[in-house]
């Protein structure tokens, strides 16, 4: 059968229903894990990583322009070496632009990708299912002369859903979690065709914590001053504390719950924080550091953490 799922991109197969790109017949156009994403967001066991090497390796082959969508929870560093890696002409673009808090203009956003990840390319804030966003994108794909057009970037970014944007009937598999897209599909247009592809996957914190930050409306900073003895609890697992009395300030969204506690805890592992630093908790949201400290965590590991100068200088 020669044949890919219009959802995934995965190869389809009759063969066996265990494996992936089973479908029951010929006939059929999106595999068994598509078709149970979109109708029962059954997620159990359709997890398949990928590895973002074999995407970067296979797309750097290639010619065309690329598109690399960084939703704004994940502007921590390993998702911006994964933008650096592609060597295609291309533009950086901030997905999910309606979590972006009122706050921090585009403009300061903008400065501070140039400033602290030495973005040197042009910088674009779009949304799913929104018409300037839309037009943004097609503006780019006009004003260049590939005809070859790659969605790239982290794993739920809403490579997908913006590609969707484009189309009549939904076509391709959107869910909130990683690795929905399992392989390169290309979609026709008049004069381009654009490429969805697989999120280049990083390992974040826990997949529930991360479920329950996707898609979850608008990023709402809280601002604490959290005293040395009290510990910052997020979502009832992931703990962190400073040494010093600090202005600190978390976005993220509503549905995580965040509760301060004044018991003795043990921490897995510290950090220096220089001053006005922003501290990602990959996928999850960041905390703006006002003052140099000490901050110890608990319920995550060392990788899940980026740290770097904070947008509210
Ligand atoms: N708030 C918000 N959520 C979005 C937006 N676009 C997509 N999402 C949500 O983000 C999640 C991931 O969307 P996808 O389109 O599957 O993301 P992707 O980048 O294709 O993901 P992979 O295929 O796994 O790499 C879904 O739950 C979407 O509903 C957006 O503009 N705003
Ligand atoms: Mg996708």
Redesign the pocket.
């Known amino acids: 059968m020669n044949k890919i799922c219009r959802g995934c991109g995965v190869k389809l197969q009759t063969e066996s229903k265990e494996k992936l790109g089973y479908v029951k017949n010929e006939e059929m156009d999106y595999c068994m894990r598509c078709f149970r994403l979109i109708h029962y967001h059954d997620y159990e066991n359709a997890f398949v990583e990928k590895n973002p090497k074999e995407i970067i390796e296979k797309v750097n082959k290639m010619k065309g322009f690329a598109f690399f969508?960084v939703d704004f929870l994940n502007l921590h560093e390993e998702a911006i070496s994964f933008y650096k890696e592609i060597y295609l002409p291309k533009v950086f673009v901030v997905?999910?632009l309606?979590?972006i808090p009122k706050e921090l203009s585009f403009e300061k956003i903008k400065t501070w990708l140039k400033e602290v990840y030495h973005i040197e390319e042009d910088i674009l804030f779009v949304?799913?299912k929104k018409m300037e966003s839309l037009k943004k994108i097609m503006d780019k794909i006009q004003s260049q002369k590939e005809k070859n057009i790659f969605f790239l970037?982290v794993?739920?970014?809403?490579?997908?859903?913006i590609l969707n944007s484009f189309l009549e009937n939904n076509d391709l598999t959107?869910?909130?979690m990683?690795?929905?897209?399992l392989d390169f599909l290309k979609v026709d247009f008049d004069d381009f065709c654009i490429y969805d592809t697989?999120?280049l996957y990083y390992h974040g914190v826990s997949d529930d914590l991360l479920q329950k930050s996707?898609?979850k409306g608008m990023i709402h900073p809280i601002t604490y001053p959290l005293k040395p003895e009290a510990t910052l609890v997020i979502e009832h697992t992931l703990k962190i504390k400073m040494n010093v009395l600090n202005n600190i300030t978390w976005y993220g969204v509503k549905s995580i719950s965040l509760e301060k506690e004044y018991k003795e805890n043990t921490f897995a592992f510290q950090k220096e924080i220089p001053a006005n630093s922003c501290v990602f908790v990959k996928g999850i949201g960041f905390f703006a550091i006002k003052d140099e400290c000490i901050m110890s965590f608990d319920g995550l590991q060392e990788e899940n953490i980026s740290i770097v100068p904070s947008f509210r200088r």
Do not use: C, M
């Open positions: 969508f997905s999910k309606d979590l949304q799913e970037g794993t739920n970014a809403g490579k997908s859903s959107v869910s909130s990683p690795n929905t897209t697989p999120g996707i898609g």
